[in-house]
């Protein structure tokens, strides 16, 4: 049981948006910790895809955006491509440790 | 650029105790004001931190595997290492080795703390 909650499955077609969930609790993101997010491909390490909230490191496309309110964010994809399936994480602060999601699959069709 | 790589045992029977180091290049720990954390993925499951520590020695550990496990450091080797003891099937996952990223953001003015990079993993199977 993850303490941020994430839809286990997305799908959309390409060139299409889709967005991810990450719910939390007043421990973690309504504490007014940040999210960040990871990219996971088949058979890879995670990658950092979003960090606080809504920042993109350099290299990430700006197809991916990040956004935070009360208790929960959201990842948002635009442009859909092939490329793009792989499972996303969100992570977070609670309680002096780092936490996540249980991992979205998003699957392009 | 900052690569880490994890090396160890891949295969541990019941009882006994994992180990992995996690060699970091490109950068030196003993420079580094961010600490060094190892996390796991148990086949097919989500994420799961266990513990970090910084090129000084100091540790946090996850309550959760708290009493199983021990991170160190070797500055001179720029590495840092995992033993978790008493294993079970239940400790089967691929681990990675990370590094901490603690900032205060512009944009919020807020402490955020966050992994990047990230070792490729190294799996590990608790089998007799």
């Known amino acids: 049981q993850s303490v941020l909650t994430q839809p286990p499955s997305v799908s959309g077609a390409p060139g299409q948006r889709v967005t991810i969930s990450c719910i939390g609790s007043?421990?973690?993101?309504?504490?007014?910790?940040?999210v960040h997010w990871y990219q996971q491909l088949p058979g890879t390490a995670p990658k950092l895809l979003i960090y606080a909230n809504n920042n993109r490191p350099s290299g990430v496309p700006d197809r991916f955006s990040g956004s935070k309110s009360a208790t929960s964010a959201s990842l948002a994809i635009t442009g859909l491509q092939a490329e793009d399936e792989a499972d996303y994480y969100c992570q977070s602060y609670d309680s002096l440790t780092w936490v996540f999601g249980g991992g979205t699959k998003l699957t392009v069709l | 650029q900052l690569q880490l790589q994890e090396s160890g045992s891949g295969l541990v029977k019941p009882s006994q105790t994992l180990s992995l180091t996690c060699v970091v290049s490109g950068g030196s720990i003993s420079n580094s004001d961010y600490p060094w954390s190892w996390i796991r993925q148990p086949p097919g499951k989500g994420l799961e931190w266990i513990g970090y520590i910084y090129h000084s020695g100091g540790t946090y550990y996850n309550p959760s595997l708290k009493s199983r496990v021990t991170i160190s450091v070797d500055r001179s080797k720029n590495r840092f290492s995992l033993k978790l003891n008493s294993v079970t099937a239940a400790d089967t996952a691929v681990y990675y080795c990370a590094r901490n990223i603690v900032e205060v953001v512009a944009a919020t003015g807020s402490l955020s703390r966050w992994f990047d990079p990230w070792g490729q993993g190294s799996l590990v199977t608790v089998s007799s």
């Open positions: 007043s421990s973690n993101i309504g504490a007014g910790y940040d």
